[in-house]
């Protein structure tokens, strides 16, 4: 399959692991392929932009996101449990940050995609077939993104939905962008 | 906020509650990765760590031995 990838998309692929050894994660979700979209020159970031988006923020939301990982101040307050004290405390006893890092260790090697990082880059490669392109770039990956039920596709919404715009412009100014190009 | 969140948490709302309970968990997971880290740098055998988790030996060591 990454055969018919574009450079950029190629380029996607790769930085999505090293977002991964930045935040820590043990596997490449659609967010860490979010972040690598926005981060990154090429056709996915030029229709952010043209869809209203600030891509780098899009990519500070999904690091944050990322980062969180299931550790919800909110909800666990509703438990009675103060997460702010019990990062002060892990950070007096096993040094700042520890908490974030979880006790994990810097990966070597291969990471792993989530199945629903798999299916972003299958759907991303049935957006090029329905478009009638010959190639996987950036734009059909931030499409897969879109199609895919997955966390980034929530990130993507709510900045969307902040920006006062849809899913349905985003995907229109990724298509616009192709044929501009 | 905070009246706000403890009202969802006790109008027993799944979605509220399932939330609480990944957190927790997650909590625990990295609490305990963090501990366990801790105390095989202090020279704690894999026995003394399952002994104090509760858990097998081979239990610990699957989780948090050399990976």
């Keep these: 399959m990454f055969e018919r990838f574009s450079k950029d998309a190629r380029a996607v692929v790769v930085e999505a692991q090293t977002v991964a050894r930045q935040v820590g994660t043990s596997s490449i979700d659609t967010r860490h392929l979010l972040v690598a979209v926005a981060e990154a020159p090429g ?6 932009r043209a869809a209203g988006l600030d891509p780098a923020a899009v990519a500070v939301d999904a690091r944050s996101d990322l980062t969180s990982g299931g550790l919800d101040a909110e909800a666990l307050a509703s438990l009675g449990i103060d997460l702010d ?34 299916k972003a880059l299958e759907l991303a490669l049935r957006e090029a077939i329905r478009l009638a392109d010959t190639g996987i770039d950036g734009g059909h990956l931030l499409l897969g993104i879109l199609r895919a039920d997955c966390p980034a596709g929530r990130v993507l919404e709510a900045a969307l939905h902040d920006a006062g715009t849809d899913v349905p412009a985003l995907r229109t100014a990724v298509e616009e962008q192709r044929t501009a190009a | 906020m905070t009246q706000q969140t403890l009202a969802s948490a006790a109008g027993d709302d799944p979605a509220q509650g399932l939330r609480a309970v990944r957190s927790l968990r997650e909590l625990a997971d990295r609490l305990e990765a ?7 740098a202090l020279g704690w055998s894999w026995q ?4 104090h988790l509760g858990v097998t030996k081979q239990a610990v060591n699957k989780k948090h031995g050399r990976r």
Excluded: N
């Design chain 2, 34 to 40: 963090l501990q366990v880290e801790r105390a095989r």
């Design chain 1, 43 to 48: 056709p996915a970031l030029d229709a952010l």
């Design chain 1, 85 to 118: 004290s019990v990062r002060r405390q892990a950070d007096a006893t096993f040094g700042t940050g520890a908490l974030e890092r979880g006790g994990r260790k810097h990966r070597k090697g291969h990471i792993p995609f989530t199945p629903d990082a798999k």
């Design chain 2, 48 to 51: 003394q760590i399952a002994d």
